[in-house]
Nanobody
Framework: QVQLVESGGGSVQAGGSLRLSCVAS???????????LKWFRQAPGKEREGVAV???????NYAESVKGRFTVTRDNANLSLFLQMNSLKAEDTAMYYC????????????????????WGQGTQVTVSS
């Protein structure tokens, strides 16, 4: 059974940084390498939104609100996904989730897809101003 486990969340003051990790288990390496990987977040009372996505070629796309501050990377050899978050703002406060969609490759991965087959349980990020 494929699982995604996030870590790295916490409480930080505005302007600070956090690095989120998402490690997969039960995932075939070949399948992971050809999976679309995405970070989402959901704040209380708000809809879930896509934050950053990375495709099988390492190409990325970001929500406008985080461009220039967040960086998404992946390490296929270790079945891992990362989100480096710098210059954090109070409005970044949310539960952050990683998600994977096997076989969604190339440019098809980089759009506004929100239907992903595999989800993590989430990690809380709280930014105080």
């Amino acid at each position: 059974q494929v699982q995604l486990v996030e870590s790295g969340g916490g409480s930080v003051q505005a302007g600070g940084s956090l690095r989120l990790s998402c490690v997969a288990s039960g995932y075939a390496y070949s399948s992971y390498g050809r999976s679309c990987l995405k970070w989402f977040r959901q704040a209380p009372g708000k809809e879930r939104e896509g934050v950053a996505v990375i495709n099988n070629d390492g190409m990325t796309n970001y929500a406008e609100s985080v461009k220039g501050r967040f960086t998404v990377t992946r390490d296929n050899a270790n079945l891992s996904l990362f989100l480096q978050m710098n210059s954090l703002k109070a409005e970044d406060t949310a539960m952050y989730y990683c998600a994977a969609q096997p076989g969604l490759t190339g440019s098809h991965c980089l759009g506004n897809q929100s239907i992903f087959a595999i989800w993590g349980q989430g990690t809380q990020v709280t930014v105080s101003s």
